[in-house]
Each structure stands twice: as C-alpha cells, then as structure tokens.
C-alpha cells in the first residue's frame, strides 16, 4: 500500500478551489461582509457560477486517464510506469491503466499519443530515446510535440555482457574493442538511446561495435542471456536478476557515484571517462493544446506522488531514483537533451 498525505479526494478538492476562488471573488468586490445570501448566492447563485468553464476544469479527472507506455512489457520502461501507474490513482483521484504500445523504437505509441485529444484523459511516457529517434530521422516528432507534464524517474544504465565472455572488466572489454573494431556485437535500440550510448563508449575508446536492432530493453537482455550479441546498455530492473543468478555481468555504471544496490560495480568517472554519464529520466507528456490548469493540477498530483516514502521505495527496488520536475523544469531539460542528441546524431546514422 502506499501512503497517501492527508488530503482530500480530488474532487473535493477541486471544488474547494473554486469555492475559494468564488469567495476571492466576492471579497474583491467589497461584497464580503454582506453575505451569500443576501446577495442571492446561495445554492443556486453558486450552481450558477459553478457552471463556468474553470469550475468545469476543476472536476478534473472525472474519469480514467490512458496512459501509454510505448514499449513492450518487460522492459525497463514498462516496469517502473506500471508503480506510477499503480501509485497515481490514490493522487489522481482515477486510474491511469497502462497501455502498451510497442514498436519503432519507442515512437509507434507515440505517433498514436500524439493523435489523441488534448483533453487530459490519455498520457504518454518519453525517455531521451524520443529525442534520438528524432534526431535520426525515424519518427517526425520530437519532445515539443508534446506538452510535458512531469519527470520522475533516472534510471543508471550500465555496460552489461554475458558472465561467460572473456570480459571481467571495462579495461578487458575496452581492449578487446580497440583490438577489433567492428567485431562485438553491441545490442541496441536502433536510432535510440541506448544507441547513443553505445556510441558514446565508442567515441571514448576508440573504437566501433557493430550494432544488432532490439525493441526495449527487455528483448535485448533476452538476446544477451542467450547468447545472441555480446555487449548491450542494461539497467537495475531488466538485467540485476540476471547478473545476480550468473548469466550476466555489469561492467560499469554510468552514474556519478555508484548506485547503492551495486556497490561493486565502477563508475565509467572513476574509471577516468568521466564523459560517459549515462542515464534515462522517464516522464510524462500529454498531447500538445492540453488546457494549462489540467497540466496544473496534473503536476501537482505528481509531485505529491513523488514525496510518498512508499512510492520512493518501490522505485528505488527497480534501480530509479525519484527525480521530480516539472513542467517547465522538465521541458528545459529535454531541449538540452536534443542539443545533445543533435551533436551525436552523426555517430549513429551508419
């Protein structure tokens, strides 16, 4: 179970906004002193007023949100959406049930997401592969087709290989890499982030990986147990299982510091590439024209969510901390995530 703060339902609460903002109003006017009643506001005076337009936004959600996760169950994405899924109905005041949709590198949901309508019921999930699928040229959108709502999980990524390779370390694996270009067989979401990173380790030794196209992370963690590629970009929940019974080895982490649920494993910084910072923030977005107060008051629900010990725990269970921003917040990190992407986006057009 999750915590939740004391707090109202979301309805009642909605409608307390608006009946403070009624008695804003009154007190503006100089009319406070003289009563509702007496003025002939009493319930039909604010059914009346309850009947504009913001009074109708702050029944918001009345009924489900959709919420698209444009990956395949399984994978890292899908997995830590399904607690937000879980955790954000006790906020939202409705369920926002997990819809999968997988296919093209993450943007095949969100082609669909984009088409919705902007009225606040359906959501979407991006990571910083929308930005990379963008950017070399397999979808036409980018994050600002979108309205951004909220971030809430970073995920640490790290080099993963099978525990029966040769590669005990990243020095083993760098200088199998230099010595043969071309010749591991790096797993990747093809045009997306994981795509990037692979190039970003390329860059740093030297070296080139020839790539093998995977849907999500969960399939390319399949198609490393199995023995179908060598090397691939892996996180907490989709590949600790693996390197805990044996299958796997993580390499490096990505990350500052090392994460606490593998303190063993090196940080690429400590290991003197301190420009291989590889991470995924997960959020989400709406429709592009959502109205700004559903934004608000979805950000809100969000943000509360974030704080809720229950919530961090379980988060954190799946190798993600809980990084809330916001909407502004979020939207400036994605344009500097795009400029990124941008710089890198010749490495990974061969």
Excluded at 140 to 147: H, R
């Amino acid at each position: 179970m999750f915590t939740r703060p004391i707090k109202t339902s979301a309805g009642a609460r909605r409608r307390f906004r608006a009946s403070a903002a009624i008695a804003s109003l009154v007190t503006g006017l100089g009319l406070g002193s003289l009563g509702l009643g007496s003025l002939g506001l009493g319930s039909l005076g604010l059914g009346m007023l309850g009947a504009s337009s913001a009074a109708q936004a702050d029944d918001y959600p009345d009924h489900a949100i959709e919420f698209i996760v444009p990956w395949s169950p399984g994978g890292g994405s899908d997995a830590l959406m399904r607690v937000i899924s879980n955790a954000a109905e006790q906020y939202l005041g409705q369920p926002l049930p997990v819809i999968n949709m997988p296919g093209v590198s993450g943007t095949l949901g969100l082609k669909a997401l984009a088409q919705k309508a902007p009225d606040g019921y359906t959501l979407g999930q991006i990571h910083e592969g929308l930005m990379a699928a963008h950017a070399t040229g397999l979808t036409p959108l980018d994050w600002d087709d979108f309205q951004p709502i909220a971030s809430l999980a970073s995920s640490p990524q790290y080099l993963v290989v099978n525990a029966d390779s040769g590669w005990k370390t990243f020095a083993d694996f760098a200088a199998y890499a230099k010595a043969n270009p071309g010749k591991v067989r790096f797993g990747a979401t093809l045009g997306g982030i994981p795509h990037v990173h692979g190039a970003m380790i390329e860059d740093a030794i030297g070296t080139s990986f020839r790539y093998v196209g995977y849907e999500g992370t969960g399939a390319r963690i399949r198609g490393l147990v199995g023995g179908h590629i060598d090397a691939a970009i892996g996180d907490i929940s989709s590949s600790l299982g693996f390197v805990d019974n044996g299958d796997l080895r993580f390499l490096a982490v990505g990350t500052p510091q090392r994460p606490p649920q593998t303190p063993d494993v090196p940080t690429f910084k400590e290991l003197g590439y301190p420009g291989l910072k590889l991470s995924i923030n997960r959020g989400i977005v709406a429709p592009k024209g959502i109205d700004p107060a559903k934004v608000e008051t979805l950000a809100a629900d969000f943000e509360a969510m974030s704080k809720d010990p229950a919530f961090i725990d379980k988060m954190r269970a799946l190798g993600a901390g809980v990084d809330f921003m916001g909407p502004s917040a979020y939207a400036d990190y994605l344009a500097e995530v795009d400029d990124t992407v941008q710089r890198l986006s010749g490495k990974l057009a061969r």
